[in-house]
């Protein structure tokens, strides 16, 4: 796996980077699309000549009902790299930690999580290749 040069310069960077998303002004975004349960916002990047896509759902955590279980987020995130000596080519890395909880075993969720992610990959490598 390629290495990232200075993680922590990278990690303050994006920290930063983020904050500075979080404070755009409501008037900047625009609605791409609406469900009934979903909005997704969007305006244009500073970054590429496309879209910056903040999606957000409102959860209420004030009801329990223990019909449901409330699985909980670690720390996770997307690394696209640069290949070194393929400027075509980009290295992309999860990191996933999520703890369902509740009654399923924890080795049916790592089964179910592995066959996920190889069903994810494989369709993103799919669908890039058509492109």
Same mark, same amino acid.
């Given at each position: 796996?390629?290495?990232?040069?200075?993680?922590?310069?990278?990690?303050?960077?994006?920290?930063?980077?983020?904050?500075?998303?979080?404070?755009?002004?409501?008037?900047?975004?625009?609605?791409?699309?609406?469900?009934?349960?979903?909005?997704?916002?969007?305006?244009?990047?500073?970054?590429?000549?496309?879209?910056?896509?903040?999606?957000?759902?409102?959860?209420?955590?004030?009801?329990?009902?223990?019909?449901?279980?409330?699985?909980?987020?670690?720390?996770?995130?997307?690394?696209?790299?640069?290949?070194?000596?393929?400027?075509?080519?980009?290295?992309? *890395?999860?990191?996933?930690? *999520?703890?369902?909880?509740?009654?399923?075993?924890?080795?049916?969720?790592? *089964?179910?999580?592995?066959? *996920?992610?190889?069903?994810?990959?494989?369709?993103?490598?799919?669908?890039?290749?058509?492109?």
């Amino acid at each position: 796996m390629e290495g990232l040069p200075d993680a922590a310069a990278f990690a303050t960077r994006l920290k930063n980077t983020l904050i500075q998303y979080h404070s755009i002004e409501d008037d900047e975004w625009r609605i791409a699309k609406k469900t009934k349960d979903v909005t997704i916002w969007r305006k244009p990047s500073e970054e590429f000549n496309g879209y910056l896509f903040l999606v957000g759902l409102s959860v209420d955590w004030s009801e329990k009902r223990p019909e449901f279980i409330r699985g909980y987020n670690h720390p996770c995130g997307w690394f696209c790299v640069p290949v070194k000596d393929s400027p075509y080519q980009s290295l992309l *890395t999860g990191y996933i930690q *999520t703890d369902l909880r509740g009654m399923i075993p924890q080795s049916a969720v790592d *089964t179910a999580m592995a066959s *996920t992610l190889i069903n994810f990959y494989g369709d993103l490598q799919k669908a890039l290749q058509k492109a």
